[in-house]
């Protein structure tokens, strides 16, 4: 359970292997696996978000700083949901269309919910889906309940440690970023036993 330890503390695979003196390559692995089963675990232990929702897309990697769009060249989208006072739920995506963005409100969160979102053009029909609040940052951060400030730490959270990893190739950013779901939807408790009882449930047999 060395490296798993290692895991769970957030050290690099690069750092655990030269502390271990173990292969690079072989924890390399371990921790891809890690990350895999806490995928699996993650979709089984899913329920539907409901309630109060905040709705906001995210850019990481490239080196190239800007926003959505044309802005956002050489960068990876990513879909997030908040439930305020709850859980996060996390969708690597391949663009920030409409249909894109609301396969994913459809399927994860419950109809009838209270969205906050900004005032991005693809989110002008969510009030098919519950009740639909913009925070018009260009006017204002947002008043009261009126903001995405929840969804927006949880960006930041996630950016933080991602830097750790100095590049991460955009094949291997769902593993990533679902470990930082998992990470932020269990902090308020020690998750190493929780990942002793997901390795061994859904990573019995790690070679």
Not at 19 to 39: D, K
Not at 62 to 68: H, L, N, V
Not at 97 to 125: C, Q, W
Request: charged letters at 30%; one cysteine or more.
């Amino acid at each position: 359970m060395n490296v798993l330890y290692y895991f769970y503390l957030e050290v690099s695979a690069r750092k655990c292997s030269n502390e271990l003196r173990l292969n690079y390559r072989t924890v390399a692995r371990r921790y891809s696996q890690f990350r895999e089963a806490i995928i699996e675990y993650s979709e089984q232990e899913f329920k539907k978000l409901h309630g109060k929702l905040e709705a906001d897309e995210a850019y990481f990697g490239g080196k190239r700083k800007g926003s959505r769009g044309r802005g956002a060249f050489n960068k990876q989208p990513v879909f997030g949901i908040l439930e305020r006072n709850g859980k996060v739920y996390t969708a690597v995506v391949e663009d920030v269309s409409a249909k894109t963005l609301f396969e994913h409100i459809k399927k994860k969160t419950r109809k009838g919910s209270v969205f906050y979102t900004d005032d991005f053009r693809s989110y002008k029909d969510l009030k098919q889906y519950g009740k639909h609040n913009k925070v018009l940052h260009s006017k204002t951060f947002g008043k009261g309940h009126n903001h995405i400030n929840g969804i927006e730490g949880f960006w930041s959270y996630a950016k933080e440690r991602f830097h750790k990893y100095h590049g991460i190739g955009k094949k291997n950013y769902l593993p990533y970023i679902k470990e930082m779901e998992f990470r932020f939807n269990n902090r308020e408790q020690d998750v190493y036993p929780l990942l002793i009882k997901i390795i061994r449930r859904f990573a019995p047999k790690m070679n």
